[in-house]
Structure formats: C-alpha cells, structure tokens
C-alpha cells in the first residue's frame, strides 16, 4: 500500500500551461508538505499544511498555489508554466509538524518538464 | 542563516568496504537531525532521526552520530552493498517548523 501518492509521476508541458499535481496520503498524518527538487538535487520546502490550515508558505511565485481540500490531500497548482518550474516536485505528509522530530515520509516524486 | 553542508558531494567504494558522510549545520535553535536515503528516481527515505541528548543511533547497517557541541553529524555504513547507491541528505530541525535540507551526498557502491 502506498503511503503518500502523487499524480502524474511524469508531465511535460507547454511554457503559459496550468498544471496540477495531486497529492494523498494514506497514514492518518495531519501534516503535508510539497518539496521542489531541482537539477542540483537541492530539496527545499514549498509549502506545508496541518489540519488544512496553510503552516508554511516559503518564498514561490504566486503562480503555485497549493489546496488542501482534506487533511489526506494537498494538491498542487501552477499556473503560467515557465522554463524554471521544471524539477521533481515532492509531497510528503507526517505526524505533527514535520521540525519536531516526526517522521516525514515523502512520495514518489512528480517530473515536471516545461518545454 | 541556517546552513547544512555535507561533504564529500560524491563517493565512489568497493562494494564490502565501510564509509562515513559528513554533515555540518548552523541551524539554531537546534531540534532535530536526520538522515535520509534516496533512491534515484525516488522519493526521500527515512534512515534516522536524533534529537540533541542523543549521539549515537543505528539502523541497521547504518549508524549515525551527533555532536551538537560542534554541530557535526555522521553517517556510517557498514558493509557496503550495491543497494546502498543513493543520495544520503542531511536534514535538520530548527525550532518546530524550521526544515532544512542539505545537498546529499551521492554514493555508488561498485563491485
């Protein structure tokens, strides 16, 4: 059983497109995060959410904008696609929030190739 | 500024041979550290986690130690094998919030 899941796993896309990327995780967690993993491999937080409530919101263009309909999901929307968005994009969920010593247990990650 | 560095970038061993990754932090107030071991094209694993009474934790054949004195963790694989080839990223804590991540080290066991 998949414990955080993400969909598509693969997207290519047009430059100007608006995309979304799904998210859910199926371990009762009340903390999910989207992680944005560049060319270097360098890992950094997007965004995270505890209960549906938005926790941390770290500097992204406001074309991305996550959702959280349900404490088990959190999407992901970018709109106005650039060359720059392409990376792998993470979900992850955890127990609590994820600085206080909580497991944070990642999906399996979401390229995005913008063309 | 909070900072993880790990050294070295990149690692290349016979398989069978032990090896040790570095991680330096400046990340203050201190709350946890953790290891993490991904596969490519994978999602992130969980290998440890310590918080700052703890100095020493294992999993396996992977041990990991803390000096928060001087703000320096390892990561210590015994018996390598050709699974082990991954990124080993450095994680650690600030506060409750506060996640940052370092740059991994890449490692490639080899026959």
């Known amino acids: 059983d998949t414990a955080v899941s993400q969909t598509p796993k693969y997207l290519v896309t047009q430059m100007g497109n608006d995309k979304s990327i799904k998210c859910e995780q199926n371990l009762g967690h009340d903390t999910m995060y989207w992680y944005k993993q560049d060319s270097k491999k360098f890992l950094k937080i997007m965004f995270s959410y505890n209960n549906k409530e938005l926790i941390i919101n770290e500097t992204v263009p406001n074309r991305f904008s996550p959702k959280s309909p349900d404490k088990a999901h959190l999407n992901l929307h970018i709109n106005s696609l650039e060359l720059g968005d392409s990376a792998v994009y993470f979900c992850a969920s955890s127990k609590g929030r994820g600085g206080s010593g909580n497991t944070i247990y990642f999906g399996e990650g979401s390229w995005l190739t913008v063309v | 500024k909070n900072q993880v560095e790990q050294s070295p970038q990149s690692l290349i061993i016979l398989e069978g041979k032990n090896c040790t990754l570095q991680?330096?932090?400046?990340?203050?107030?201190?709350?946890?550290l953790r290891w993490y071991k991904q596969d490519t094209g994978r999602g992130p694993v969980s290998l440890t986690i310590m918080t700052f009474s703890e100095n020493t934790k294992s999993n396996g054949r992977y041990t990991a130690t803390l000096d928060a004195d001087t703000k320096q963790s390892s990561l210590h694989i015994t018996a390598s094998q050709l699974s082990d080839s991954a990124s080993y990223i450095c994680?650690?804590?600030?506060?409750?919030?506060?996640?940052?991540f370092g740059i991994g080290t890449k490692l490639q066991v080899i026959p």
């Open positions: 991680c330096n932090y400046t990340v203050s107030p201190f709350s946890n």
């Open positions: 994680v650690v804590s600030a506060g409750y919030q506060k996640v940052t």
